[in-house]
């Protein structure tokens, strides 16, 4: 399996940030302090991305085999049912990854392959809204 970077903070539930094409889970920054406030935030760089390592000879770079390498960064880190948000190619991942694993049961289920930085604004307000209140719930 590919070995892959990822950057954590925050506490509470687990919440996998999984980035576009071409980018990293650098694209998540902006977000992440905010995130963090209300989950244990993954920011993954998916394999042949960022700072993670290639995907094993023979695996296809479809966004199965992308997703089953995060599977086992998950199942690495003893996540068992997190949070997924998505982004382009990313989301398609974040599909994949609850095709083959438990995801977390709420309305958090945020796959979103949003469509440029207008999508990704979005889909992190409604991360954010959520998570304000369930809070307030409490």
Known sequence: MATL?????????????????????????????????????LAIDLPGFGDSGLLPPGA????AALAAAVAGLLGDLGITAPHVAG?????????????????????????GAAAGLAGLVLLIAGIVRYAAARRHRR
Do not use: C, K, M
Not at 102 to 107: E, I, L, M, N, R
């Open 87 to 111: 982004n382009s190619l990313g989301g398609w991942v974040a599909l994949e990854l609850a095709g083959i694993r438990p995801v977390a049961s709420s309305p958090l289920n945020v796959i």
């Open 60 to 63: 296809g770079p479809g966004p």
């Open 5 to 41: 970077a990822y950057t954590r903070s925050g506490a509470g539930a687990p919440l996998v940030l999984l980035h576009g094409i071409g980018s990293s889970r650098h694209a998540w920054d902006p977000v992440i302090p905010t995130l963090a406030g209300h989950f244990d935030v």
